[in-house]
């Protein structure tokens, strides 16, 4: 997968999802996150939880999502030369990975992770991603010895063409955070025709 930028970066613009093909499997696809959880739904009864304050910069070293079990180690993620972000290698599905010329989760701003949806060998650390829902946790361990703690605010599921750029990747007034992967249509010849979006904002800090 490939994410590229311009003014600022924009969805994961390539997702091959090797494993699908070698196994044939072109009409499996990742789960994809319900209407209820979109951003301009308000299920009765819930409300979005208060945001803590900002943290200073630290670069994270784990990703944590408890109700999917994902525990990953996260790596820094720069430019290529033709301006596309780096992504973690495929062959580590495990690993996840955020833009360190950008926000560091915790710190005020939008904070940017991505991981895969699938290598060759099977579903990576990110497949579940679209069954998460509102008021779910993610967690952050930062290189100073805190846990950045989220709660999730959305998760919605766009067609590449028509990735909400601003809406995704626009500053924040708050420590906020995005985590991206593939997902959506599948085709044999040119991967996934979409992305998985999670929105969460910082509600606290285990010390």
Not at 124 to 153: C, M, S
Not at 195 to 204: C, E
């Amino acid at each position: 997968m490939r994410m590229k930028a311009k003014g600022w970066l924009i969805a994961i613009a390539f997702c091959i999802g090797a494993w699908l093909i070698q196994n044939g499997s072109q009409h499996i696809t990742p789960p994809t996150p319900s209407a209820a959880q979109a951003l301009a739904a308000f299920s009765a009864g819930w409300h979005t939880e208060a945001a803590a304050d900002p943290l200073p910069p630290s670069e994270p070293v784990r990703f944590r999502i408890p109700r999917l079990d994902v525990d990953a180690p996260v790596m820094g993620l720069g430019l290529a030369p033709d301006n596309s972000l780096v992504v973690p290698p495929a062959a580590d599905p495990d690993l996840t990975g955020w833009y360190e010329d950008g926000t560091a989760p915790g710190a005020k701003g939008t904070a940017i992770v991505v991981g895969h949806v699938d290598n060759a060998d099977g579903p990576a650390v990110l497949y579940h991603l679209g069954t998460l829902k509102k008021g779910h946790r993610i967690e952050v361990l930062r290189k100073d010895g805190r846990t950045a703690v989220f709660t999730v605010d959305a998760v919605e599921a766009y067609e590449i063409d028509d990735f909400p750029d601003q809406k995704v990747y626009g500053p924040a007034d708050r420590a906020e955070l995005r985590v991206i992967t593939c997902g959506g249509r599948f085709d044999a010849r040119t991967g996934y025709q979409g992305n998985v979006v999670a929105y969460a904002h910082l509600i606290g800090v285990r010390e």
